[in-house]
């Protein structure tokens, strides 16, 4: 964001739209939160001034991340602002950004300690006297494509916030590259991660996530962001989940599969460019329309309507607004007996519907078809039937884990030619084994493991398969009570456990361990 120039409000990336997950624990994507044990608060960023406090807590938003940087600067939080936020019971996050590090696209500093240590002493100035507690922490935005070349002089640069503000207050706004970087070297002891440059990979340590750019909130340009624990170093209101509502999971529509979402999907799918009828039948141009689209937003090209694929496809929709994301969003309302023509106009019949359905579900009524009514209304009840058994998400495992699906990734790795010892532990062995692999198969090399990295390791095993293949298979049946011997032969008592785990999980029943079983297997 360039807080310099008074005619740009939020001008980060529109790459994609919201990288969306089914489980705060999935690395994948998105964490939306599915219970009250899990972060339930969503938030929003804006450089807009003229933005209300009571705007934002009427729509539903429990915190707002807001800007210090070099004065003057129409954009950056004032004490006033700070007062009116925290009388609303809004939680605040104070976040540094300046053009200062912007210019390292054009090199970096010669003195990046010295650097930071300025932009520490500015930042702290100013949160101090709009009303921060000297406790809390300041995020520092590194709001571009950062390149790893850069990696030494930006933890020399979070080296100098830290010596003004401590490492305990230290925090980072970037992308997954970036952040994880911070964390590994132990620069930071706050993150706040982007999906922009992420390619669907999420740091689990950073506290919050910024996973959509472009929303409206009572008119005015904002950015989402979800709080991924209970404390992500927000002061002054109370900082919870706005609403409080708990948003229910999204959806896995799959090929096969009919219904209300199924258009709705199809309509949204239009509204990105595909050629397709949305007639509410899954059939193979959906298909193909949905992994064209996957493609194109990074996305992971499975052809399943899923948590990810979902939250890249929804855009907002309001009063006057028009064509086939409306009709989306009519078939879902209609879902729940509004009985709107989908029309693809977004008129009064429209917007009362959206409000009535707002209201029902305990979400800020603002007429607006935004990201939470969006999943608020794809998500409850059953909005697409049939098909076929749908697999769960592939986990990302990581250094420092430990467990099953680490000694069966570990196995895996074996069967492709590491020479690591295969005992359940992720360390330093088995973080350099999963890069080579990666490097190897032309795979994003991050260390972890994955869907693209789970999908290229795991090998079809059957009846009179042998090796580290089938000792994976074998650990992950016995994480299901099969009691198996790992001993790395796919014998009767293999074949027998694997049919059994597929007759129990609804999938074609022929004892052999493959792509969808693994899945099945790793995932569950």
């Known amino acids: 964001m360039n807080l310099f120039d008074p005619s740009r409000v939020l001008s980060r990336r529109r790459l994609l739209t919201l990288a969306g997950g089914a489980a705060v624990a999935t690395a994948t994507g998105i964490g939306f939160a599915q219970s009250a044990s899990a972060a339930t608060g969503y938030g929003i960023d804006y450089s807009d001034a003229s933005l209300t406090a009571g705007s934002v807590a009427a729509a539903g938003y429990g915190f707002v991340c807001r800007y210090l940087s070099w004065l003057p600067n129409p954009k950056v939080l004032t004490l006033s602002e700070a007062q009116a936020l925290t009388a609303a019971d809004l939680g605040i996050v104070s976040n540094w950004e300046s053009d200062g590090l912007q210019d390292w696209q054009s090199g970096v500093p010669s003195d990046p300690y010295s650097q930071g240590a300025g932009h520490a002493t500015e930042a702290q100035r100013q949160a101090l006297a709009n009303g921060m507690p000297s406790s809390r922490p300041i995020y520092f935005s590194v709001d571009f494509d950062l390149q790893s070349s850069m990696y030494s002089a930006l933890n020399s640069y979070f080296d100098g916030v830290a010596s003004v503000i401590g490492r305990s207050r230290t925090g980072a706004y970037g992308g997954y590259h970036v952040i994880k970087e911070l964390f590994d070297n132990g620069k930071i002891t706050w993150g706040w991660q982007?999906?922009?440059?992420?390619?669907?990979?999420?740091?689990?340590?950073?506290?919050?996530?910024?996973?959509?750019?472009?929303?409206?909130?009572?008119?005015?340009?904002?950015?989402?962001?979800?709080?991924?624990?209970?404390?992500?170093?927000?002061?002054?209101?109370?900082?919870?989940?706005?609403?409080?509502?708990?948003?229910?999971?999204?959806?896995?529509?799959?090929?096969?599969?009919?219904?209300?979402?199924?258009?709705?999907?199809?309509?949204?799918?239009?509204?990105?460019?595909?050629?397709?009828?949305?007639?509410?039948?899954?059939?193979?141009?959906?298909?193909?329309?949905?992994?064209?689209?996957?493609?194109?937003?990074?996305?992971?090209?499975?052809?399943?309507?899923?948590?990810?694929?979902?939250?890249?496809?929804?855009?907002?929709?309001?009063?006057?607004?028009?064509?086939?994301?409306?009709?989306?969003?009519?078939?879902?309302?209609?879902?729940?007996?509004?009985?709107?023509?989908?029309?693809?106009?977004?008129?009064?019949?429209?917007?009362?519907?959206?409000?009535?359905?707002?209201?029902?579900?305990?979400?800020?009524?603002?007429?607006?078809?935004?990201?939470?009514?969006?999943?608020?209304?794809?998500?409850?009840?059953?909005?697409?039937?049939?098909?076929?058994?749908?697999?769960?998400?592939?986990?990302?495992?990581?250094?420092?884990?430990?467990?099953?699906?680490?000694?069966?990734?570990?196995?895996?790795?074996?069967?492709?030619?590491?020479?690591?010892?295969?005992?359940?532990?992720?360390?330093?062995?088995?973080?350099?084994?999963?890069k080579s692999f990666q490097s190897a198969h032309s795979l994003s090399v991050d260390g972890q493991i994955g869907p693209q990295t789970w999908s290229a390791l795991i090998v079809q095993v059957q009846s009179g398969s042998t090796g580290d293949a089938v000792r994976a298979a074998q650990v992950e049946l016995n994480k299901f009570g099969y009691g198996l011997s790992v001993d790395g032969s796919f014998g009767s008592g293999t074949e027998s456990a694997a049919r059994a785990f597929q007759s129990a999980h609804s999938l074609g029943v022929d004892g052999q361990v493959g792509p969808q079983t693994w899945q099945m297997l790793v995932g569950s």
Do not use: C
């Not at 959906?286 to 929804?314: C, E, N, R, Y």
């Not at 430990?402 to 790795?413: D, F, K, S, W």
């Open 194 to 434: 982007t999906y922009a440059w992420s390619s669907g990979n999420w740091d689990s340590r950073a506290q919050l996530r910024q996973v959509q750019n472009g929303i409206s909130v009572a008119g005015h340009d904002a950015d989402l962001d979800q709080a991924m624990a209970a404390d992500y170093g927000q002061w002054g209101g109370s900082g919870g989940g706005g609403t409080g509502v708990i948003l229910p999971s999204w959806p896995n529509i799959t090929d096969g599969m009919t219904g209300p979402s199924v258009q709705a999907a199809q309509y949204l799918l239009r509204y990105h460019g595909a050629s397709i009828t949305a007639d509410g039948q899954f059939g193979a141009g959906t298909l193909a329309a949905t992994k064209s689209f996957q493609s194109a937003h990074g996305l992971s090209v499975d052809g399943q309507i899923g948590p990810q694929t979902w939250s890249a496809l929804i855009v907002q929709v309001q009063s006057g607004s028009t064509g086939d994301a409306v009709r989306a969003a009519q078939v879902e309302l209609n879902r729940f007996g509004y009985n709107l023509t989908v029309d693809g106009s977004f008129g009064s019949g429209t917007l009362s519907a959206a409000r009535a359905f707002q209201s029902a579900h305990g979400l800020g009524v603002d007429g607006q078809v935004g990201p939470q009514t969006w999943q608020m209304l794809v998500g409850t009840g059953t909005g697409a039937t049939g098909g076929g058994t749908v697999a769960p998400p592939w986990p990302n495992v990581i250094d420092g884990d430990t467990g099953n699906n680490v000694l069966a990734a570990q196995y895996l790795l074996r069967y492709h030619g590491a020479s690591i010892t295969a005992d359940g532990q992720f360390g330093p062995a088995t973080l350099a084994a999963v």
